[in-house]
């Protein structure tokens, strides 16, 4: 896929939203949206492939900022962030809309969204960080779906947990230009970026993307800024679970990653417009890591099945298993407070602070609205 533009929705007839960066205006009058390589050319009072980005009176704005889709607490390897604040609890809350289409979206209900009211919940970015805290967080997900739609509203939410004490995240596609890319991981202590696949097919095929936009996204993270990176495949049967491909990812990824990057490979099911094919069997998930272990990576997980063994962490200093897990619950625990294996010494590569947390498995839904509600009553009550 070229860098043509993507076919823009029709708007409402009314256009509200926040003033957004990254865009120019072309000779014959449209705003050109910048963020991400579809690079949507927009007449007045339409809005982007991803719904959220809009032109209004010769300008380009963020229609989803402040607002939200849900808010959840969850275990940090849900992201799943495995070497990033192991057992923690993370807040997690994304917006509406992407800017990729596939096909297999897990969260279509939110990513593919083209209701607005489903944005129930009002939320500025001091009152994003106050709940995290309240709610005994380490840091905040930007999740079901992706950051990079709402970028402004990202890095201004992140600027207020910084200033707190908590720590951010973005689960993202990595379909994201460069200068907004410098902009977004500035202010990301980690992210996990979804690989889909490793062929531009693939992308061009199922998501309307291209392969080598997030691989530029990949290498930048992990050599040009200090966000902690791993990165997830769901494998998909006859799609993206080839060998030859798995192969070929895993030795591009040692290449251009390194080994101590973690990858992430995630079984799927049916859901979406692919609800024709089956699950992803366990032996697949078992073949692909014994790929990419094979090719020098040295943290391989699988995920969406139970499997201790491809969930755990093992030290690749003495082979000794450091981190036990057990889907999203911890068990073995044989690292120092700063993350080195207790046999041997041998540092291991992440962000780790101290023991575990103990958040465990648990999903706990967050209502912001009452949240906010109580904040006013205390705010009333000390002032009277």
């Given at each position: ?338 993350g080195k294996c207790n046999a041997c010494g041998y540092p ?13 498995a648990r999903r706990m839904p967050v209502n912001l609205k ?15």
């Amino acid at each position: 896929m070229t860098q043509e533009t993507a076919p823009a929705a029709e708007a409402p007839d009314v256009i509200e939203g926040v003033p957004a960066r990254y865009w120019h205006t072309l000779a014959d009058g449209r705003v050109q949206c910048d963020v991400c390589p579809r690079f949507c050319k927009l007449n007045d009072g339409q809005r982007g492939l991803c719904f959220v980005r809009a032109a209004k009176d010769g300008a380009m704005v963020l229609t989803t900022y402040g607002r939200s889709s849900g808010f959840c607490v969850d275990p940090v390897e849900k992201k799943p962030l495995n070497h990033f604040l192991p057992g923690t609890a993370i807040l997690s809350f994304g917006t509406a809309g992407c800017n990729l289409t596939c096909k297999f979206c897990q969260n279509w209900d939110m990513s593919k969204s083209r209701q607005m009211d489903t944005l129930a919940d009002a939320a500025s970015p001091e009152l994003l960080a106050k709940a995290a805290l309240a709610a005994g967080c380490r840091s905040v997900a930007f999740t079901y779906n992706d950051p990079t739609v709402f970028l402004e509203y990202a890095v201004d939410v992140a600027k207020a947990c910084h200033a707190v004490g908590v720590k951010t995240v973005a689960v993202t596609a990595g379909y994201i230009c460069p200068e907004p890319a410098r902009e977004m991981y500035r202010y990301m202590d980690a992210a996990n970026v979804d690989l889909k696949a490793f062929t531009e097919d693939f992308y061009k095929r199922l998501c309307t993307g291209r392969l080598d936009s997030v691989l530029d996204t990949l290498k930048y993270i992990h050599n040009e800024t200090s966000t902690w990176l791993e990165v997830t495949t769901l494998l998909i049967p006859g799609q993206n679970d080839g060998e030859k491909e798995i192969t070929a990812l895993s030795e591009w990824f040692a290449e251009n990653l390194g080994p101590d990057v973690p990858l992430h490979f995630t079984a799927f099911h049916p859901d979406y417009r692919m609800t024709d094919l089956p699950r992803t069997p366990h032996a697949t998930l078992t073949r692909a890591r014994a790929i990419a272990r094979g090719a020098g990576l040295r943290f391989v997980y699988v995920g969406n099945v139970h499997d201790e063994e491809g969930s755990s962490t093992y030290c690749p200093g003495c082979g000794a298993k450091v981190i036990g897990r057990n889907w999203h619950t911890l068990g073995t625990w044989a690292l120092t407070g700063e993350g080195k294996c207790n046999a041997c010494g041998y540092p291991m590569p992440g962000v780790f602070d101290g023991p575990p947390g103990t958040w465990g498995a648990r999903r706990m839904p967050v209502n912001l609205k009452r949240f906010a509600a109580q904040l006013e009553q205390r705010r009333k009550a000390a002032g009277s």
